[in-house]
């Protein structure tokens, strides 16, 4: 369920109604996209459980930068749409970012020796995701205004 939605005001029901399987279509679309996305820029960045994973974090930070972005955009271009968000926010954006890989990503660089490394990685990847939804706000509100 979105948290977004409040379900006991109508007309935020809308992703509801009439039938779900538009929405999951759209979010199944959008969510090999976006993991098919990332794959491509993971493989083609790797990196050693010892150095620091960029790929990872630049998915994260600009996936973030996205998804501020696109919520101002739903809300100023696109507020009726009942697609757009779950085709490119859930689907898209989440298949493309991978806090989940930061994670484990941290968790090798403990194992392998490297917590700091680790720890620095996490408040980077947690800095630079706030950061950057922020910023995408920010500019998208500027661009529309």
Same mark, same amino acid.
């Given at each position: 369920m979105d948290p977004?939605?409040?379900?006991?005001?109508? *007309?935020?029901?809308?992703e509801l109604s009439p039938s779900p399987y538009p929405v999951l279509g759209a979010i199944s679309a959008g969510?090999?996209?976006g993991a098919l996305a990332r794959y491509g820029l993971s493989i083609a960045w790797p990196h050693?459980?010892?150095?620091?994973?960029?790929?990872?974090?630049?998915?994260?930070?600009?996936?973030?930068?996205?998804?501020?972005?696109? !919520?101002? !955009?739903?809300?100023?271009?696109f507020p009726d749409s009942r697609l757009?968000?779950?085709?490119?926010?859930?689907?898209?954006?989440?298949?493309?970012?991978?806090?989940?890989?930061?994670i484990v990503d941290v968790q090798q660089a403990a194992a392998h020796g490297r917590p700091g490394l680790g720890m620095l990685y996490l408040g980077g990847t947690l800095v630079g995701a706030l950061l950057a939804?922020? *910023?995408?706000?920010?500019?998208?509100?500027?661009?529309l205004r």
């Open positions: 977004d939605v409040d379900l006991h005001v109508p *007309a935020e029901r809308v969510g090999a996209i050693q459980p010892t150095g620091f994973p960029w790929a990872t974090w630049t998915i994260n930070v600009s996936g973030s930068f996205l998804v501020g972005v696109l !919520m101002v !955009m739903i809300a100023h271009r757009v968000r779950p085709f490119f926010g859930v689907g898209i954006l989440g298949g493309f970012t991978t806090f989940s890989t930061a939804v922020a *910023a995408g706000s920010t500019a998208a509100g500027a661009v």
